[in-house]
């Protein structure tokens, strides 16, 4: 059995695993099959009525058959007494709709403009075509899912989010306005309590309010950084396109304690687009969630892989 947090997290090459476990399931024999459910006993115990939050990237919901593999995956966690709780993304989704209403989008510092136009996109998308596809695919699994945003029952609330930039010209450092883009503030547990443990799955999209009622888009890793860490959930798995946090050669660091990501962020090793998700990964775990893992989602059955295996999975960030 794995523990909850082990200090010498060696597996072997990522190659060698991708293979094992694409073997053609044919040839799988039925001993094969109850050895496997019989080694994973330990580790459905580890996470016996315990809550998982996993963040579904937009880039990792992929093709229609991969989605339906994941749904599969958040029932079976279901059904072994373990809470899943999903937070998912959608920026390549929405970027296609507003190409196709031909509306500008504009980045800064990692996250879009979103302007009065941009927001309405990014609450359909989000709350309704996205939301609702990933609930069906989970009921069509044989679960129960319940499709929410971070608005319903004043979930999350959150505040105009700002970013400094530093002009490429003039070098001078300058605040930029996102517009209607939010960082959580607070997270009211009352819905999510009437839901979690009720044999019902939430799938959550990345929309806050403000106290005002104003709406804000919310980047999904933060927002299921801030939902983790008011549920002190036991892991929070961040699932994206990259297999998890890599060294200067380009290899996968199993694992990281919060003191070795600060160094790695402060001598270049993480860098771009990861460092907010490491920073995201921190965050949650001050606020008490156990463990972290930054996992590539394309990775068939990539949840199960980090649950339920000796091996896991993607980079573990742990206190």
Request: net charge negative; hydrophobic share 40%.
């Amino acid at each position: 059995m794995r523990p909850a947090l082990q200090s010498d997290r060696t597996r072997p090459d990522i190659r060698i695993r991708e293979t094992r476990f694409m073997t053609d399931a044919s040839s799988i024999t039925p001993l094969d099959q109850a050895r496997i459910l019989s080694e994973a006993l330990p580790h459905m115990q580890e996470y016996d009525d315990e809550t998982i939050v996993i963040k579904y990237g937009g880039h990792a919901m992929g093709a229609e058959d991969v989605a339906k593999a994941f749904a599969r995956d958040i029932v079976l966690l279901e059904q072994t007494a373990i809470n899943p709780v999903v937070v998912h993304g959608g920026g390549p989704q929405i970027a296609t709709m507003l190409k196709r209403l031909g509306i500008q989008s504009e980045f800064a510092a990692g996250l879009r403009i979103t302007d009065a136009a941009t927001i309405e996109i990014v609450e359909m998308v989000l709350a309704g075509s996205i939301n609702k596809q990933l609930v069906g695919y989970i009921n069509e699994a044989g679960g129960k899912a319940v499709g929410l945003c971070g608005k319903d029952g004043n979930m999350v609330t959150a505040s105009k989010a700002t970013r400094t930039m530093v002009d490429p010209d003039s070098h001078i450092e300058k605040v930029v306005d996102l517009g209607f883009v939010g960082e959580p503030e607070k997270v009211d547990l009352t819905l999510l309590n009437q839901i979690i443990g009720y044999e019902l799955i939430p799938v959550l999209a990345p929309l806050a309010t403000s106290k005002t009622g104003q709406t804000f888009n919310v980047n999904a890793d933060t927002f299921a950084g801030a939902v983790a860490g008011a549920l002190k959930a036991k892991r929070l798995l961040l699932l994206t396109d990259v297999p998890g946090v890599l060294d200067k050669s380009k290899k996968l660091i199993p694992e990281l304690s919060v003191t070795d990501a600060r160094k790695l962020i402060a001598d270049g090793t993480i860098s771009g687009g990861m460092i907010p998700k490491v920073e995201t990964c921190i965050y949650a775990l001050e606020q008490g969630v156990q463990g972290v893992v930054i996992i590539d989602g394309k990775q068939p059955h990539a949840v199960l892989l980090e649950l339920f295996t000796n091996q896991g999975t993607g980079t573990l960030i742990h206190k």
